[in-house]
């Protein structure tokens, strides 16, 4: 579109008020700056320098923020403190590259068979799912609560797809999960494996918590990846596969 005749003239007025009046720019700058540093304020999710907060919705600065945690296991369980969610902090174990000094379990998710050990930062991954995606989908679809969200495991001391040779494994430091489906508090159950192509709500719940996980974990991996993950999700929170999302 055709700008206007008059634009130009107006912007030649502007140009020559700034150039005759400077402080009107500083004082037009500050004030956009104060605007936007209050707005920041009021929306913690989206300022890369406030401390992340699980009660905060997912916002601009969340993936940064979770992202320069992975090195730093106390901040990374003071969110959970600063958050109010309960956490157990075990002791390290193992050696070499699959050396676990950071063993994090969370407590809120019903995990099923047991309640394993993440890293620090998969776990918050995992409570911001939790949060955003996994107990409100349920809700929505099939108006009830997750009642256990049965895993796979999450540590295991290996290469990646067991092989010989080759990157390891986020498995093998615990900073991997693998998620083979749901039973809610109604007593339906969701399984990967049989429901991910068989329509309906069960695909449309799969789906959408696999997507709502891209929100969260630096990796997810789904059967639309490849055949090795046909029975479950795969999520991690290595920078290795950054980006991946299927």
Sequence with gaps: MARSSSAPRYDRKL?????????????????LGMAGWFWLQENPQHNPWAPLDLSHPPGWATDRKLLALREDVPSCRAVF???????????????????????????????????????CPAALALELWRRNALAPIARELFNSEVAQVQHL???????????????????????????????????????????????????????RVRDG??????????????????????????????????
């Design 213 to 246: 996980a891209c929100n969260s974990f630096s990796t997810v991996l789904s059967p639309d990846y490849n055949a090795a993950h046909a029975d479950h999700f795969h999520f991690d929170m290595s920078d290795r596969w950054a980006g991946v999302c299927r």
């Design 15 to 31: 140009g020559r008020l700034i150039a005759k009046f400077p402080f009107l720019a500083l004082i037009l700058f500050a004030a």
């Design 153 to 207: 495991g999450v540590y295991s001391c290996r290469r990646m797809y067991g092989s010989d040779s080759g990157p390891w494994s986020e498995h093998a430091t615990g900073n991997a999960i693998d998620i083979a489906g749901f039973v809610l508090a109604d007593g339906t159950r969701i399984s990967v494996l049989n429901d991910w192509n068989e329509g309906g709500a069960k695909q449309a719940f799969l789906r």
């Design 81 to 119: 403190e600063r958050s109010d969610v309960a956490i157990t902090a075990l002791e390290p174990q193992g050696e070499g590259q699959c050396a676990r000094p950071d063993r994090t379990r969370l407590d809120t998710l019903p995990f099923a068979p047991n309640h394993p050990a993440t890293t």
